[in-house]
């Protein structure tokens, strides 16, 4: 079994300042894990994923975030937030290996971006 | 690819009444999810169909809940005798075979309200 934690409910932050959402998850098997974005009223946006390969994933809009598997952490950054990043973000998990996996999701992280 | 789409987008009903809803899937994409999420939480995985098999269910799928997906198409989840701890936005997914088989596309949702 899977649980994804983060570490932070709130976050605000003004405008050009550069933002961490954190991730730490647990598993007993490899993962392949997920940032999506959710804005009111609508449904879960992909912003980037890593399956495998370069630990360091670059995504839209701007994000990134880095596969730190001794710390089993996946947090998302951006150098620089505009007003319109103001969304709640889902970090998940799912088992690697094959397709077809169901997804684990954080708790979400409310990003309040402050002019 | 007119991406994932759910109907209605809002439900309101009376405790006790019954309530279908309805996903269309990306067009070919073999595999639909669908995930459970309330105020201020996580979405949580309910259940996964592969083509029209039903391979996994959660034990958040009482027998209240019952999922179809009769021809590999669309498929639909409904509820009966509705709880007020229905409510929620149920969230479809879907995901193809090929290419980016382990990304969920989500749809916007159907917020479900049990008075």
């Known amino acids: 079994a899977q649980s994804v934690t983060q570490l932070d409910s709130q976050v605000p932050v003004f405008e050009e300042a550069p933002v961490e959402l954190r991730c730490n998850y647990s598993?007993?098997?490899?993962?392949?894990l997920f940032w999506y974005v959710q804005y009111p009223n609508q449904g879960l946006q992909l912003l980037l994923k890593y399956l495998s390969g370069s630990t360091l994933v670059k995504g839209i809009n701007g994000f990134e975030a880095e596969f730190n598997k001794s710390q089993t952490s996946f947090h998302l950054r951006k150098p620089s937030v505009h007003i319109s990043d103001t969304a709640e973000y889902f970090c998940?998990?799912?088992?690697?290996?094959?397709?077809?996996?169901?997804?684990?999701f954080g708790g979400g992280t409310r990003l309040m971006v402050k002019p | 690819d007119t991406g994932v789409s759910q109907d209605p987008r809002h439900k309101i009903t009376k405790r006790g009444q019954n309530v279908t809803f309805r996903c269309d899937p990306i067009s070919e994409h073999n595999r639909l999810y669908w995930y459970r999420q309330t105020l201020g939480q996580g979405p949580e995985f309910l259940t996964y169909?592969?083509?029209?098999?039903?391979?996994?269910k959660s034990r958040l799928l009482s027998d209240r809940f019952s999922a179809e997906r009769p021809k590999g198409s669309f498929s639909t989840l409904e509820i009966q005798r509705t709880e007020q701890g229905d409510s929620a936005m149920y969230l479809c997914?879907?995901?193809?075979?090929?290419?980016?088989?382990?990304?969920?596309?989500f749809g916007a949702g159907t917020r479900l309200s049990v008075l």
């Open positions: 169909f592969q083509n029209e098999a039903q391979l996994e």
């Open positions: 997914a879907s995901s193809p075979d090929y290419g980016d088989k382990n990304i969920q596309y």
């Open positions: 998940a998990v799912s088992p690697g290996g094959e397709a077809g996996n169901m997804l684990t």
């Open positions: 598993s007993s098997v490899s993962v392949y």
